[in-house]
């Protein structure tokens, strides 16, 4: 049976709890730090997190769970960056924080399920489960996905044989 992915493999409901994401460049990342925790502050710093592009941190409770993810993002195509950012963390749902525009969000959002989708026809077993992120109210998941779908289909699947 070939593995499918559905709009709810990339995309959780708005009532999900989420790992924030706060994509950054430097200068953000500067004020961000002057007004975070300290503790959160000072994780990123231990981690070598300067809001460079492709920076990643990950900011952890007093308990360990994963409280935050930091990503660094250049000035220019800043969504774009976020692209590959789902395969590098943790399986769970994810919500972008922060500074992005709604435009970025939107775009991050395609290129979130376009990072993660694989097209499944000839698989015979799911790989890594893909992260889920919750999209704000103004993005339909069910759209975004059809995107992804008809821009990652091989051409011979993507019209039927004449």
Known sequence: MPVTQK?????CPPEDACTPIIALDKKEFEAWSKNADKTDAAQAGSQGFTGAEGDLAYITGSNGDLTAVLFGLGAVDRAAKLGGLAAKLPEGNY?????LSQDETAQAALYWATG????????KKPGK??????LSSSLDGKRTHTLVIDFS???????PAQ
Not at 7 to 11: G, K, Q, R, S
Not at 116 to 123: A, D, E, M, N, V
Not at 129 to 134: D, I, N, Q
Request: net charge positive.
């Open 129 to 134: 489960a893909p992260r889920r992120l919750k």
């Open 153 to 159: 289909r091989p051409r011979p699947d993507q019209h």
């Open 95 to 99: 919500e972008f924080e922060g500074t």
């Open 7 to 11: 709009p709810e493999d990339f995309y």
């Open 116 to 123: 993660q989708y694989r097209f499944g026809r000839y698989l």
